[in-house]
């Protein structure tokens, strides 16, 4: 959920704004609104001073006004995210003979909202790798005989997408660096090696469990990870479609048309459905517009011998 917050300081120099969140807000843009600049304080680590209450800014004049646009919920920027579930749904309408899709049987907003959540679920799934999509994990060392590890406090990896090992020791410069083979589950095991493979095995506690093979030996290795963010469900069709964003409506605007076709009983919803899914490679295409890391490219054209 992405909220708007107006910002008036009246004098130059640091000020505060309560945000009236519950929770620190994960990303804010700041947006002048008159001549000047607003920015934030920063924290002894460079990061952005910003709390569960308050965001803590530096304006260059006084009586100058930005607005700020606060992300609510714990998700990579990707921005902006101005399109509402319920301007999809209107668009979407437009093209399906007006069927009603919002309050049908008595249910409120209902199947739209199960529509848009089913769209979100299909793009942030495996195995669509979006940047805007993918956070890391702190990292963590390997331990002689220790097959698993805890990402405490961590319990929004929907899958993970990627991850390598460092040999710790290593005085090369750079040190050694491995790739590490994602897969969906790994056995216990007792074979000693240099690991090659890692799963996400379970969710405990608040932590999640990832498990690596072979067991690591002798050799200590950092491990690093990225990893595709869980989908958070929409609870009201006035949310926008974050994290999301609006760059990429023609995505998910064919997918609830898909399905709206579908919750009518439609038989073209097939055809509009597997467009859904071929603008979704070609999203992700404009999206990474750049060659695989994986794979061969020749530095000159064979043609050149």
């Not at 690991?195 to 491990?223: F, L, Q």
């Amino acid at each position: 959920m992405t909220i708007e917050l107006n910002l008036t300081p009246t004098a130059p120099g640091n000020f505060t704004a309560a945000h009236g969140l519950s929770q620190e807000p994960y990303s804010v843009r700041i947006e002048m609104t008159s001549g000047g600049n607003i920015w934030f304080q920063k924290n002894g680590d460079g990061s952005l001073k910003k709390d569960a209450t308050n965001l803590y800014l530096v304006a260059s004049a006084a009586d100058i006004t930005a607005r700020a646009f606060l992300n609510a919920v714990d998700a990579p920027a990707g921005g902006p995210y101005s399109i509402t579930l319920q301007a999809t749904i209107n668009w979407a309408r437009t093209h399906t003979d007006l069927t009603p899709i919002v309050g049908v049987g008595g249910f409120s907003n209902e199947p739209a909202l199960t529509i848009c959540n089913a769209v979100i679920q299909e793009m942030l799934s495996f195995p669509y790798p979006w940047p805007f999509n993918r956070k890391s994990a702190a990292t963590f060392d390997t331990a002689l005989a220790t097959q698993e590890y805890t990402l405490t406090g961590v319990l929004d990896i929907g899958w993970l997408e990627r991850a390598q090992r460092e040999e710790k020791a290593s005085t090369a410069v750079p040190k050694p660096t491995y790739d590490l083979e994602c897969v969906r589950a790994l056995p216990k095991d007792f074979l000693i090696d240099n690991p090659y493979k890692i799963a996400k095995d379970r969710e405990s506690d608040g932590n999640t469990i990832v498990r690596v093979w072979p067991v690591p030996g002798n050799v200590i290795w950092t491990v690093s990870i990225d990893y595709q963010i869980k989908p958070v469900l929409k609870t009201l069709l006035t949310e926008t479609w974050s994290p999301i964003p609006d760059e990429l409506a023609f995505i998910y605007e064919q997918g609830v048309l898909a399905f709206a076709l579908k919750a009518a009983k439609d038989r073209s919803y097939i055809e509009e459905l597997k467009l859904f899914y071929a603008k979704i490679s070609r999203g992700l295409g404009l999206k990474d517009a750049n060659q695989q890391h994986e794979g061969f490219f020749p530095e000159r054209s064979i043609m050149l011998g």
